[in-house]
DNA sequence: CGCTACCTTGAGCGTATTCAAAGGTCGTGG
DNA sequence: CCACGACCTTTGAATACGCTCAAGGTAGCG
């Protein structure tokens, strides 16, 4: 695998130069895991930090009840469990493979002396942790001030941002993954998807497809200014 | 004001040598702010970050009909607003004054300047966000996955833990400010305290005093293996 | 002492969860 | 290619938790 490409290719490293993905590349080791497979857990020292290279990885916690509450998917490109690299102890989650993924493990001594040498790097990792805490700011107002409807409406809409503003969102993770996402469960996801379909704010294309027929309505939805019929 | 006395004592720059401390004693600009006085909004251009030298300051989310969500209370010594120092853009939230406050400002520019020529500052600004980020997983955690008297449960063991697990908590904020920070109401939180006094699992010594009666009955609930009797 | 803000209490309601069960879909192996 | 099983999704009915609305009580502060 050429490691120094993949590396260029992230978001997190981007910017950064040839030499600087050289040293990187030296220090980071592939690691493969199929679906399912658990990456790391709550109890397990952080020893440093991953990118998705290809597959998708679920960042989650577990309460004491066994309730799951998934904090972030993550997809191609993009880093996880920075954050053990940084304050010492252990991981602050769960992390395990929703597919068979290909990913990237940069060790966390080495990547600090890393850090610690080059000023442009340490910028970028300080400009990763201060997104990561804008979504998790932004996830915690969804959790705490918005109800089911609103959620899926602002999930759907930043989907069909990401990708150029597409009428047509399609669902990375299954039904039952995203409304662990949105803090929900999948019987009440289902009847939410059911009461917007038959509002005629979105549609069913194939299985896990989904039309936007509305992104007016879905946005007072996400904003609370239009409410569902109840059926 | 001695600022760099006041710099050598937040946890955020311990550790850093008297040259640091003048360093940044350089930059700082003092400000002062009064009760409820608006110290940024969610629109404002990030111009660089804060610490509170003396008094205290709420960070929040406001969603478009108009509640309020706190993130975070910030007390004494402690930074707030690092987010929008190092992802360019604006504040991801409100802050405003609970109380007459001191604080000592950091301007974004300048501050970059020195993270940028010295490493062991860009390490404690990576660690910092760090353990932002720990804690807003479990606040996400807990909001999603615990009912309000396990939030108010766990709330109460973080602060006796934070004083040497006493057993008198003195709360620094009202109640309604409290039940906000719990993502509940002044009524919600009212009943659900009715209870644990009941349950004989605290109770009020002053006003704003609370003492536990029961560390162990208080976890059990902080981890949903205790419910509060009906009333 | 009176005002204001905070806190408590009650009744009713709404949203989402739990519990139970049936219908679909996908991958695997026969 | 089809049959099977596992998992995902959907649907229904009942319940519960927390919220809204309304009002009364309490405490701090000028």
Redesign the interface.
Same mark, same amino acid.
């Given at each position: 695998m050429d490691k120094k490409k993949h590396i260029a290719e992230t978001a997190l490293f981007s910017g950064l130069n040839d030499q600087q993905h050289e040293e990187l590349a030296k220090i980071a080791i592939e690691k493969k895991c199929r679906k399912k497979q658990m990456i790391f857990t709550n109890d397990d020292e952080g020893l440093g930090f991953y990118i998705v290279i290809s597959g998708q990885v679920r960042i989650f916690?577990i %309460?004491?009840?066994g309730?799951e509450?998934i904090?972030h998917v993550i997809g191609e490109g993009e880093p996880f469990g920075? =954050?053990? =690299?940084?304050?010492n102890g252990n991981y602050?989650?769960y992390a395990d493979a929703l597919r068979d993924s290909i990913l990237l493990f940069f060790p966390r001594d080495r990547f600090?002396e890393l850090?610690?040498?080059d000023?442009s790097l %340490?910028?970028k990792?300080?400009?990763d +942790?201060?997104?990561? +805490?804008?979504e998790? =700011?932004?996830? =915690?107002?969804e +959790? %705490?001030?918005?109800d089911v409807p609103a959620r899926l409406a602002t999930y759907l809409l930043l989907q069909s941002e990401q990708n150029d503003n597409s009428d047509i969102v399609h669902l990375e993770i299954s039904k039952s993954q995203l409304a662990n996402l949105l803090?929900t469960i999948p019987e009440t996801l289902s009847r939410i998807m059911r009461r917007m379909v038959s509002d005629d704010i979105i549609a069913f294309t194939k299985a896990r497809s989904i039309r936007i027929l509305s992104h007016e309505r879905l946005n007072d939805l996400a904003?609370?200014?239009l409410r569902l019929s109840r059926m």
């Open positions: 916690r %309460s004491p009840d309730k509450q904090i920075e =954050v053990a =690299v940084f304050s602050p989650a600090i850090v610690k040498m000023s %340490s910028m990792m300080l400009a +942790l201060s997104g990561r +805490l804008r998790l =700011v932004s996830k =915690v107002e +959790l %705490s001030l918005k803090g904003f609370g200014e």
